[in-house]
């Protein structure tokens, strides 16, 4: 059975070409704090952009100015075009939000969580009606439709909290950390909504610390760390730039991947020393290893693999993503 | 043939998150709506009926009317200020904390004075339910000697306003529940029990009676009682009914303040 799609197609307001989101010089302080220091990216429409980045990079900051939830500090930001300092309510009623924690209420049923949402953005009952037997399919909880929210599961709660973001049929969804404490087959699960969103013309702008989710689900991502764009590109132009084709992860065991570093130190034009394990970045991974055995190094385990955002990330910042 | 959605008129903001609460109750109101009557009935039987035999052997009258007839209105005060206070306590609480249903709300169009003003609505709407049931029994008991109890409906509402209005801006403030329990043993308690609903605020030394005519409990109670025993007095009950209403004024104001501040960082 085709699965019905929850709309036709993206009708957006605003002129072709004009970007979705402008943010110039954006900047959020709290008291001396700075959560985001003078970032620049624009967002285009029918685009899936991704804010990655460990937890206070200042993503959830940044979705949260361009939700129009949290006031700008200094700098530009438009959202469709408008300000949201003057037209909050205005982009809010244009917009989809999926906050990092979800709000649904959970001693109501699925269905009236999707009622209420709907009837903030004033839809007919009728047309809110309609859309939710349509979301519920789309989410995979139509038979769950009259069932309380709180004994879901976290992937359930998490597509419903998608499918009431998308009552009010937003040009543009802002997902924060769409799957976040997830288990693998139910990320899989929302990955695959979301894409099906994306080929519907829905603007996606998704924070998540996941670099296999930004990887499968972003057209071009923005790398964040300490408030501060690292890099922004396509994910296969940020792995081209900032690491080598392949690497090569090789565990010497505990204490022993300090000392075997400094003598492998030239033989590949990077090295990274993690807590439990030594990379060396090369564009060919196999005759690295070989050359790795030739010199008389037995490490416990050793794994070829092509690069990841991981390594963007590793290299760009010092740091790992997920710590 | 559809009507186009743009040809009706917006509903107003405020309305739109009244909606949410008027949603919800439909899980709770059985058990609400019976309190309601059941209150009412066990406190005028029990103390208005039961109590109040005794204190008529003893002095005939309170107040020059019989006791139920005097205590029913501060009843009903005292309960408004109960139902407007719970109702504001953790509600809102659970609204920031534990739902966040109003950070559901402020990603809609919604903004921060419409989620305040949609709650304070939606207390006011239970008020008018609590006090009207009230009223309603207290007729029953035939303690309602003036049309003008008619009246006291919306002075009950204005009366708990005064406490929710205040009491949000309060529950805005606090990261967890031991502020309430405060607000209960030193505040409510002791105004239902010193502000005029059981006994004339005379008895009172002299001291104290200047503290209970500060407290708003004993303006709500007065003008309840004055209007359902239909004793107007257009000076006192004006000062009573404009004490209430700047009360729930600055009530608001604070709470839109505290409201902001929580919610919009």
């Not at chain 1, 129009?68 to 949201?84: A, E, F, I, Y």
């Not at chain 1, 950390?177 to 894409?195: F, I, M, S």
Request: hydrophobic share 45%; proline share 5%; glycine share 8%.
């Amino acid at each position: 059975m085709p699965l019905p799609e929850p709309r036709s197609a993206v009708t957006s307001t605003l002129p072709v070409g004009e970007p979705m989101v402008v943010a110039r010089g954006l900047v959020k302080k709290f008291g001396d704090f700075v959560a985001v220091d003078t970032i620049d990216f624009e967002i285009a429409q029918g685009e899936s952009y991704g804010l990655l980045g460990p937890n206070g990079a200042g993503k959830t900051s940044t979705m949260r100015m361009i939700a129009c939830m949290s006031p700008v500090t200094d700098g530009t930001l438009r959202v469709l075009g408008l300000d949201p300092a003057t037209d909050g309510a205005k982009i809010r009623s244009r917009i989809g939000l999926v906050p990092q924690e979800d709000t649904l209420d959970l001693e109501l049923t699925v269905l009236d969580n999707l009622m209420i949402y709907g009837r903030y953005f004033d839809l007919p009952r009728r047309v809110i009606r309609e859309r939710a037997d349509a979301l519920l399919e789309f989410s995979q909880l139509s038979d769950r439709a009259h069932d309380k929210v709180e004994p879901l599961s976290g992937g359930m709660k998490r597509r419903l909290t998608i499918a009431r973001a998308l009552v009010s049929e937003p040009e543009l969804l802002i997902l924060d950390e769409p799957t976040t404490g997830l288990d693998p087959q139910a990320r899989h699960l929302l990955w695959d909504r979301l894409y099906r969103l994306k080929q519907q013309g829905v603007t996606l702008v998704i924070t998540t610390h996941y670099m296999d989710e930004a990887e499968q689900l972003c057209d071009r991502l923005a790398v964040m760390d300490r408030g501060r764009v690292a890099a922004e590109d396509t994910p296969a132009a940020l792995i081209a730039r900032y690491s080598t084709r392949e690497v090569v992860e090789l565990r010497f065991g505990p204490g022993g991947n300090d000392a075997v570093a400094a003598e492998l130190d030239g033989l590949v034009e990077r090295l990274e020393v993690l807590p439990d394990r030594l990379l060396l970045y090369s564009d060919d991974g196999d005759g690295t290893l070989d050359e790795v055995h030739r010199l008389g190094y037995h490490p416990e385990s050793s794994l070829v693999r092509r690069s990841t955002l991981e390594d963007v990330f590793l290299r760009l910042t010092g740091r790992s993503l997920v710590e | 043939m559809t009507v186009p959605t743009s040809t009706r008129p917006a509903t107003p903001m405020w309305a739109r998150s009244l909606g949410y609460w008027l949603y919800q109750y439909k899980r709770t109101w059985r058990g609400s709506i019976t309190t309601s009557f059941l209150y009412p009935v066990l406190y005028l039987s029990a103390i208005g009926v039961g109590l109040g035999s005794l204190v008529n052997h003893h002095a005939h009258t309170v107040d020059s009317v019989k006791y139920i007839d005097f205590l029913a209105p501060g009843l009903m005060a005292a309960t408004a200020m109960q139902i407007g206070g719970n109702e504001a306590m953790y509600p809102v609480m659970g609204a920031i904390k534990w739902m966040k249903t109003y950070f559901a709300m402020l990603a809609t169009p919604l903004g921060v004075v419409d989620v305040l003003l949609g709650h304070l609505a939606w207390i006011a709407l239970r008020l008018t339910a609590v006090t009207g049931i009230y009223l309603a029994i207290m007729a029953l008991f035939g303690t309602v000697h003036s049309p003008f109890g008619l009246l006291a409906v919306p002075a009950g509402v204005l009366t708990g306003m005064a406490f929710a209005a205040p009491i949000a801006a309060f529950a805005a403030t606090q990261v967890n529940d031991a502020g309430f329990s405060a607000l209960y043993r030193f505040g409510m308690i002791p105004l239902f029990l010193f502000s005029g609903t059981f006994f004339p605020v005379s008895q009172l030394p002299g001291w104290l009676q200047i503290v209970a005519d500060a407290t708003p409990l004993y303006h709500g109670v007065a003008l309840c009682r004055a209007l359902t025993l239909g004793r107007l007095d257009a000076g006192g009950d004006l000062v009573h009914a404009a004490y209430l209403v700047a009360l729930t004024a600055v009530g608001f104001a604070l709470a839109r303040r505290s409201f902001r501040r929580r919610l919009v960082t």
